[in-house]
């Protein structure tokens, strides 16, 4: 097969990417599950662990973010295939001559765009209404659209077991989200948590997402950006693997 | 990847195809041919394994065993490249309800790469056809079942395909929607568009099928065309004669010579034979010498059902 070949099959591949990506924004964005998970979730969080306590803007404002970008990112992916399996849409996309990868890299796209966009939300507020200021803004955006990449992995990776039913998977989303965010060092900087969450917060994609953001507002990063950096890498490419892997497998269950 | 240049003209080439769920084999070493330019029927009743087949076909499920290749490209080495000749009509699966009838359009032409032209240009002539283009802007989820099937029509064939696979097209729909895309389906057939049917209307089958398989329990126990099918199962060929008046005495009739059996419904006697013509011929002839009189005589060969049954397992009589 020759070069120019290849590369027409991996632009038709990723022009495939790119309309799922599409569909789902025009299908999933403002669905239920997304809302009440991605949006209403951080909010909750935030205003429970806020209101009627002394914590200063600099140590809330960056939780927020990163708390953000986590539910929201890592929201679209358990809702999409789930959805679509229900809806019996799901046999139809598998059956085009896009491939299960392009097919769950537009699934990732979707959950990527989503949370690093609604994640500006409490960057902006954060700005306007406190005191909080953001030192280095590259590492900001880099914290960000890195995190996003990876929690968004995390959503497509969830959302692999063969549930006919979304609320399932969500409930499951949900066991593995809500226990990584209290270990990340979001309300509480890691160096300030206990020892043993010490040692279980470096398995947490979440805490080198959040250790970026807090940099980038002036905090003296738990790990080095550069292996913040490798590690939400190193976490997208093997969720995005394992993802591929599990839907392969699980690809004609629950049609 | 085309394997050889004497297959272009086999757009399907099934060797040996076999898919087990744990302990069940749901189809079973199975092997045909589908040229191009056929209607090729794939009948069975439920379970028998046809909706499997098309979906190791379209690429949904991987065979455990076998080999199959679409326009030369092999389902598992090349499944992508296979897929680009395909498009299907799934039994159950659905459109995007959210979206509207053209986004459902075009979405699925996106997919396939389509350009924008022509996807729009098609795209408008297909809602014409199947009757859909006053309804371009409603959300699917407004569509009759009817109508969402002519939708999934619809989205198959704004990609262009070369294979058409339906997976029980008109299951369960209203008269004119069935009857509208058996009709389209022979002209699209007319314009040189192979499709593969899987059905279990039998009339649907004998109707528009170049040739069909028959499936039963995985395996595949007959593949020809309706009329030869029809004939093979000679047993199954009666006459049928409605007498005015009296019958001649029934032992009568069932000694005339080729008589397999009688059968009778108040007043229409079936003589089933393997030689109808002589049998209509001589039983004329008892009538005669008794003094009685025809009122209805016909030669009948066995229906696609008659067929179907013979061979998936309620043809008993045999």
């Known amino acids: 097969m020759s070069a120019q070949s290849d590369g027409k099959r991996w632009r038709r591949q990723l022009h495939g990417s790119l309309v799922i990506l599409q569909k789902n924004v025009l299908l999933y964005y403002l669905k239920p599950p997304v809302l009440i998970f991605g949006v209403l979730f951080p909010v909750f ?37 789930p959805w679509e399996r229900r809806a019996k849409t799901w046999e139809r996309l598998i059956s085009t001559p896009i491939s299960l990868r392009a097919i769950l890299a537009g699934d990732v796209l979707s959950g990527f765009v989503f949370g690093s966009t609604v994640s500006v939300i409490p960057v902006i507020l954060g700005l306007l209404l406190t005191d ?29 077991p063969p549930a006919s039913s979304p609320s399932n998977i969500m409930l499951l989303s949900n066991l593995v989200r809500l226990p990584l965010l209290f270990v990340s060092g979001i309300f509480v900087p890691i160096d300030q948590m206990p020892a043993w969450a010490g040692w279980v917060a470096p398995l947490s994609p979440l805490s080198y997402a959040s250790a970026l953001i807090r940099a980038a507002y002036g905090s003296v990063p738990y790990f080095p950006v550069w292996l913040c950096f490798l590690m939400l890498l190193l976490f997208t490419t093997v969720m995005f693997a394992a993802s591929c892997r599990f839907h392969r497998m699980y690809r004609a269950k629950g049609l | 990847m085309i394997n050889e240049a004497a297959e272009i003209e086999t757009v399907i080439k099934v060797n040996g195809l076999t898919r087990r769920f744990g302990n069940l084999t749901a189809v079973d070493d199975i092997s045909f041919q589908v040229v191009r330019g056929e209607i090729f029927g794939f009948l069975g009743p439920n379970g028998a394994g046809k909706t499997t087949t098309v979906r190791m076909l379209t690429g949904v499920i991987e065979p455990t065993i076998g080999s ?23 039994e159950q699966a659905n459109v995007y309800l959210d979206l509207s009838v053209w986004r459902n359009l075009m979405l699925m ?36 079942k009817g109508l969402k099937q002519r939708l999934m029509l619809c989205a198959a064939l704004v990609t262009e395909p070369e294979v058409l696979f339906l997976d029980e097209p008109t299951s369960g729909l209203d008269v004119q929607s069935a009857r509208l895309i058996r009709k389209i389906v022979r002209e699209l057939n007319a314009d040189g568009l192979t499709i593969f049917i899987t059905t279990h209307n039998m009339v649907e089958a004998g109707d528009i099928c170049s040739r069909v398989a028959i499936i039963d329990k995985g395996v595949i126990v007959a593949i020809d065309t309706p009329g030869n099918l029809r004939s093979m199962v000679r047993k199954r060929q009666y006459v049928e004669a409605v007498f005015r008046e009296h019958a001649p005495p029934q032992e009568k009739m069932e000694s005339i010579p080729g008589v397999i059996r009688l059968e009778s419904d108040q007043e229409v006697f079936r003589l089933y034979t393997e030689a109808p013509g002589s049998v209509a011929t001589l039983l004329g002839v008892l009538t005669d010498s008794l003094g009685l009189e025809l009122e209805q005589l016909n030669t009948r060969k066995p229906s696609l059902e008659d067929v179907f049954l013979y061979y998936t397992g309620d043809g008993g009589i045999e």
Request: without cysteine; hydrophobic residues 50%; proline residues 5%.
């Open chain 1, 45 to 81: 969080f935030f205003l429970a662990f806020k209101m009627g306590r002394d914590v200063s803007p600099s140590g809330v404002v960056p939780g927020m973010v990163a708390m953000a970008l986590w539910f929201t990112a890592s929201a679209i992916g358990p809702l999409v295939t």
């Open chain 1, 132 to 160: 909080a200021h953001v030192t280095n803004l590259p590492l900001l955006v880099g914290g960000i659209l890195a995190g996003a990449l990876t929690f968004a992995s995390l959503g497509v990776l969830l959302s692999t």
């Open chain 2, 68 to 90: 199959a290749t679409i326009q030369g490209y092999d389902i598992r080495k090349a499944s992508i490249l296979s897929r680009e000749h395909i498009a299907v009509v799934p």
């Open chain 2, 109 to 144: 032409a996106e997919l396939y790469g389509i350009p924008r032209d022509r996807r729009v240009s098609s795209g408008e002539r297909l809602l014409e056809a199947l009757g859909l283009l006053k309804r371009k802007d409603s959300k699917a989820r407004e569509l009759s």
